[in-house]
């Protein structure tokens, strides 16, 4: 497992003093990390468990890194710690940097709950804490949601439960309410900016934290996974799109046949951003997502309702986004609402 010391997320300081400000023993047996991604929920919950585990934690309240115990972590064979996420975690969520591997499954089945009733039910191999990491928690299905449910609501003791998710509306409302709910949001500019620094993004930072809404890991996870030069094409195909539907959807189909980094709901994510920063320009003259970026001409002649139409339209298609019957057919609808909305006023 990689993971940061709390310290090095230093605009989360309010949330470690929050949470651990009076100790790990008034720690509640069950905590929701919830945000948008790349703000540093992951990185947080991994050293949180990590200090959960330790040994030989410091006096500041920093897991070792050296006893058996966060060996034992960081080689993926601790006996008393159990990490789920969709599909046995096969693609790394923000904060964990790693290369990206296609995942064959989108939601966290109730066999992956049943698994941890031995696991919380028995005594701990080191006379200690047990801990569990969820992350992405929104993506249990009904049934393993409700398993969890029921083991949450009669807690064992010593075990601690960590989830994170950034779509707290897909999680039950009574998983909500049996966790200390733990809110995070992005850092201000400044602290984004030198954290991207020094992940070696300085000349950049500001381009891409507008498109990751302020988050800094994301970025980073964007650049580790490959994802900037496709981001920079598509942008590139959206300033200047040819006015043949056809041939702007095998253009985005390039895009999406090489690695399997960059995937439909990313392109379909980058266009519906691309078209309320046209209707935002248009009506406040201002841009949200794509400060940084060429600017295309003639965006006050766009008819701000049409814009907002074709992202609507394209919301749509996001239910579909992930696995798309037939993938050149799709993005040649998508690229017939986007090229409609662009259409000047007469």
């Known amino acids: 497992m990689q993971h940061f010391d709390l310290n090095q997320l230093q605009w989360n300081n309010t949330v470690r003093e929050q949470l651990l400000g009076q100790g790990l023993a008034r720690l509640p047996h069950a905590v929701l990390l919830v945000g948008p991604a790349g703000v540093g929920k992951t990185a947080f919950s991994e050293q949180l468990a990590a200090l959960l585990l330790c040994e030989s934690m410091s006096p500041e309240l920093s897991a070792c890194d050296q006893c058996q115990a966060c060996r034992w972590l960081d080689a993926g064979n601790h006996p008393d710690f159990r990490r789920v996420a969709p599909d046995g975690d096969e693609e790394p969520e923000e904060g964990v940097v790693e290369k990206t591997k296609k995942r064959s499954a989108a939601n966290i089945k109730i066999d992956q709950i049943r698994e941890l009733e031995a696991f919380v039910f028995v005594g701990s191999h080191r006379d200690g804490n047990r801990v569990v990491l969820i992350t992405e928690a929104d993506a249990m299905n009904p049934a393993a949601a409700n398993a969890l449910l029921k083991i949450l ?101 390039g895009l999406l046949k090489g690695d399997g980094v960059f995937r439909m709901e990313n392109l379909v994510e980058g266009v519906q951003r691309w078209l309320f920063d046209l209707a935002q320009e248009r009506l406040a003259g201002e841009v949200r997502y794509h400060g940084g970026w060429p600017r295309p001409k003639g965006v006050q002649n ?4 049409a814009l907002l139409a074709a992202w609507r339209e394209i919301n749509q298609c996001r239910r579909s986004a992930r696995h798309p019957l037939n993938q050149l057919l799709f993005l040649e609808n998508l690229a017939a609402h986007f090229l409609r909305a662009l259409r000047p006023v007469a």
Request: hydrophobic share 45%; net charge neutral.
């Open 153 to 253: 609501e009669e807690p064992p003791s010593s075990v601690y439960f960590i989830l994170v998710s950034s779509k707290t509306k897909s999680l039950l409302p009574t998983i909500r309410s049996r966790c200390r709910v733990i809110p995070f949001g992005p850092p201000d500019a400044a602290a984004a900016a030198a954290w991207l620094a020094g992940a070696g993004l300085e000349k950049q930072a500001a381009r891409y934290l507008n498109l990751a809404g302020g988050a800094p890991m994301r970025v980073a996870q964007w650049k580790e996974q490959g994802q900037l030069a496709p981001i920079d094409a598509l942008v590139e195909s959206l300033v200047s799109p040819p006015a043949d539907p056809i041939a702007l959807a095998a253009r985005w189909d």
């Open 302 to 305: 766009l008819n701000p309702n």
